[in-house]
């Protein structure tokens, strides 16, 4: 289309023309050569933050306008073009749309210098506006014809800025016009005039470069003085990177600069990399990799380079992977490339790149920076905070173990590189109810059981094993050897007695047990991911068998995925309220009547069936679900006793509260709130804590159960017996009632030392002032036997099992009917076939 437009305009316009300061054809080669010359050298005027490249072609193209035919002076313009695109290498299209639209812009200037200039001089004033006018023309032609090429080429190229446009063509046209009217005089006065101007202009062009050369090497060394003495300022090696960067980035009109120092010997592999790009802040990497690039300058020393150098495609490859394009290397240290290196890349001058003079100031701004930085020690300040940063990257800070991430990365390391005939071994530890003690005790006690256990696996360490502390409770151990499976568990059942040992903590002896799990490769999995989760299948596989050592089996691979998903489907149950509450009553011996009923919680599940309590209550507590649950269950508890309190005025119902409940110091807010929207007085709800946790922190349990009891609930310690308790500190403790485990009263009637455990709690709650309730009664023998000691209450299966809502509000019915308040329970010896708390005279529960 450029190519007929051009043609379409000869033909109609520029024809029949004359050369409006008379003919001179012998300039047609010197138009050629200038044509040529310009586009091949053109002029580049730049500072710190943009170059531009201005091609003085309007100068020949104007003489040839005055002094050759438009035919002569298009076939100039065309041989120079041409010429000129060859020998840059121009790719066709690109050299082919640059010459029309270049041609279509002369013949536009042909035409309207012809018009503009009359019949007056080109010499005269009137010429010299047209001439300026002209090339003004000539150079905004030449800009919308190659603008609109590109939109309609590429629709989704953007338009490139107008500040840097207008002030190019204001340069162009400035320097053109001067020389165009220099050149057009002497040739006007004679022909040969423009050898006087040819000279002119290469002596001119000599003086430009060599005073911007000068003035670039004076600008250099005083860029260099500058930069080392801001160097020597700086104390911080943060500070010193960022400087560098900035400073070289800065001095080398780059868009991007990177410091690369590597952390230890080259053969290790790793290196402190700070990057700079864009308008940020340097980015840091404490322990990056070598990159292909790290290693051919280690090896080569100083470079330049970029992404299209076909002679060294290595090196092509590596510029391009880190996404630059062309670059500037220079070492630290002139004769030890491998002590690092300063990079600086993809210069944002537009038309200009990296010269060799570039890479020579490069490289004494970057043997200035080594200096700087061995001088101030801080290369090894460097490395030695990248050491510390890795080393705290690496370690558990309580412990000072190994943590997760490098235990993973040596486990890695380790299933890829193991030789012939060894194997590697991963042991995972869990400490069992380490939970139920950080919930209780508190975390500074949980911390420093932590760093026993510790201690305790170090001497592993010294055998070339690697000790871990993968988070939490969770330790692991790696092993690389030969050691067979017997000799495996005799190492892992030392390592669990080993952390079995009692532990003092303030003042208390502390049992700490654990759970370790073996997985094996080859023969358990062959990659790391694998076999941590294989050890991990087995750790849970002993602690669900109560502790000890198991090696991994295959077989256990489903018990596992059950647990994960219950510990879903527990989450959704909850919030579904998917869950049921079951009852057991609970009732005095004195007077026959029902005084409480205990809630215990049910799930029965659509695709794994009724789920006991012993399995999902653990799943809870690990998932923190557990404090969710007691809370549910308490506002369902209240509720419907809110309905059975018109069956039994005076009904009470019991929950069992959490360890980490019971150390929750807002807990007696959050039960009035749940017993004011049940509307109930606190003496409706009992709330059942354990002996071990009541016990595990007194002075914390004190302040929470005061609370409590100044709101006016009964507290109630329950499975009196099994914990741990010092009865100089129960005493103090605000309870109500003490629960004798069903362990001893089921079996009170046949074993002495049952009965008398039994026989002594109910005394120590007499002296005490407080109450006692016997779980587990299923007789009528031990039923009699414990209204002669003086026991309070009871419950158990004699009495009823544990029912749905509807199931035992059937009972509390068929009870209150049934019991007359006015009858006694036997003493031990008497008739009792009438007593309304014989079993036959109950409602049978199942």
């Known amino acids: 289309m450029l190519a007929a437009g051009t043609a379409l305009l000869y033909v109609t316009e520029l024809a029949g023309r004359k050369a409006a300061g008379g003919e001179r054809q012998v300039l047609w080669l010197f138009v050629a050569l200038g044509i040529w010359g310009a586009c091949a050298q053109p002029v580049r005027v730049r500072n710190r933050q943009s170059s531009l490249s201005i091609e003085l072609t309007e100068i020949p193209a104007l003489v040839g306008i005055v002094f050759l035919a438009p035919w002569l002076l298009l076939t100039a313009v065309s041989f120079g073009h041409l010429a000129a695109s060859v020998q840059r290498r121009r790719q066709p299209v690109k050299a082919l749309t640059n010459w029309l639209a270049y041609l279509v812009s002369a013949a536009v200037g042909i035409l309207f210098y012809d018009w503009a200039i009359g019949h007056s001089s080109p010499i005269s004033a009137r010429g010299w506006v047209v001439t300026i006018a002209t090339i003004t023309l000539i150079n905004l032609v030449d800009l919308v014809l190659l ?14 800025p107008m500040r840097p446009m207008v002030l190019q063509g204001g340069i162009t046209v400035g320097v053109c016009s001067a020389g165009a009217l220099v050149a057009v005089s002497l040739i006007w006065l004679n022909t040969w005039g423009v050898l006087l101007f040819i000279a002119i202009a290469v002596a ?3 003086a430009y470069r060599g005073t911007i050369l000068s003035r670039q090497r004076y600008a250099n060394l005083e860029k260099l003085y500058e930069f080392t003495r801001r160097l020597g300022s700086l104390v911080e090696a943060q500070d010193v990177m960022a400087t560098v960067l900035e400073e070289a980035r800065d001095l080398l009109s780059s868009g991007h600069a990177e410091l690369v120092i590597p952390l230890d010997e080259p053969s290790a592999g790793f290196a402190l990399r700070c990057a700079l790009s864009g308008e940020g802040v340097p980015r840091l990497d404490e322990r990056s990799p070598f990159s292909t690039l790290d290693k051919i300058v280690f090896e080569r020393g100083a470079l330049l380079a970029s992404d299209g150098v076909k002679e060294d495609e290595p090196l092509a490859a590596a510029i ?7 670059v500037l290397v220079a070492p630290l240290q002139r004769d030890d490339a491998s002590a690092g290196y300063l990079l600086v890349a993809d210069r944002a001058f537009k038309h200009e790149g990296f010269k060799r003079a570039d890479l020579r100031f490069f490289e004494a701004l970057a043997a200035n920076a080594g200096v700087a930085l061995r001088s101030s020690k801080l290369l090894e300040q460097l490395r030695r905070e990248a050491s510390v940063r890795q080393h705290q990257a690496q370690h558990d800070a309580l412990t000072g173990l190994p943590n997760r991430a490098l235990f993973a990365e040596r486990l890695e390391q380790a299933t890829e590189r193991t030789p012939a005939g060894s194997r590697v071994t991963v042991m995972l530890i869990d400490l069992d109810g380490f939970k139920e003690v950080n919930d209780t005790l508190g975390h500074h006690t949980g911390d420093a059981i932590l760093r026993e256990v510790a201690q305790r696996l170090a001497p592993l360490d010294e055998e070339g094993n690697l000790v871990a502390r993968l988070g939490g409770d ?8 030969t050691l067979e499976d017997e000799a495996i568990f005799e190492k892992a059942e030392q390592i669990v007695a080993a952390i079995c040992q009692p532990l003092g903590v303030e003042g208390l002896l502390l049992d700490v047990r654990a759970s370790l799990g073996v997985a094996v490769s080859p023969f358990n999995s062959h990659d790391a991911a694998g076999l941590l989760r294989h050890a991990d299948i087995a750790m849970y596989a002993a602690k669900g068998s109560g502790g000890g050592v198991r ?10 995925l059950r647990r994960l998903r219950l510990a879903t489907e527990l989450r959704r149950a909850i919030e579904q309220a998917d869950l049921d509450v079951w009852y057991q009553p609970v009732v005095q011996l004195e ?12 799930w029965s599940h659509d695709q794994f069936g009724p789920i006991s309590p012993t399995e999902f209550i653990p799943v809870a507590e690990s998932a923190g679900l557990i404090d969710q649950l007691t809370w549910w269950v308490i506002e369902t508890a209240l509720a419907q006793a809110k309905v059975w309190r018109q069956i039994v005025p005076d009904l009470n119902v019991a929950v069992n509260l959490s360890a980490r409940s019971l150390m929750s110091m807002d807990i007696s807010v959050r039960v009035g709130d749940v017993l004011q929207r049940a509307g109930l007085e606190p003496n409706a709800l009992t709330l059942e804590l354990t002996e071990s946790s009541a016990m595990a922190d007194p002075q914390t349990s004190e302040r929470v159960l005061q609370g409590l009891r100044e709101l006016g609930v009964n507290l109630s310690i329950d499975d009196y017996g099994t914990g741990f308790s010092s009865l100089s500190r129960l005493k103090y403790l605000p309870f109500h009632e003490l629960k004798i485990d069903r362990s001893f009263v089921k079996e009170m009637i046949r074993d002495k030392g ?27 023998a031990t039923l009699q036997r414990l209204e002669s000691l003086g026991c309070h209450a009871v419950q158990g299966f004699f009495l009823a099992r544990p029912l749905p809502a509807p199931q035992c509000e059937a009972w509390l019915l068929a009870a209150s009917s049934a019991l007359d308040n006015t009858f006694r329970v036997p003493r031990f010896g008497e008739r009792a076939a009438n007593h309304p708390l014989r079993r036959q005279q109950l409602p049978r529960s199942g």
Not at 551 to 560: H, N, V
Request: hydrophobic share 45%; net charge negative.
């Open 147 to 160: 603008l609109a090429i590109m939109a309609v080429v590429n629709p989704s190229w953007g338009r490139p």
């Open 204 to 206: 001119a062009n000599f």
């Open 320 to 326: 391009a992977a880190g996404g630059l394009k062309e």
């Open 474 to 481: 969770e330790f692991a151990v790696l092993h690389v050897g």
């Open 551 to 560: 090696f991994y089996d295959r077989a256990e691979d489903r018990s596992t």
């Open 591 to 602: 007077t026959g009547a029902v005084v409480s009923c205990e809630a215990l919680l049910r």
């Open 754 to 780: 049952d009965e008398a455990i039994v026989r002594s709690t109910i005394e120590l709650a007499r002296n005490l002032g407080r109450t006692v309730t016997a779980e587990g009664v299923e007789d009528q």
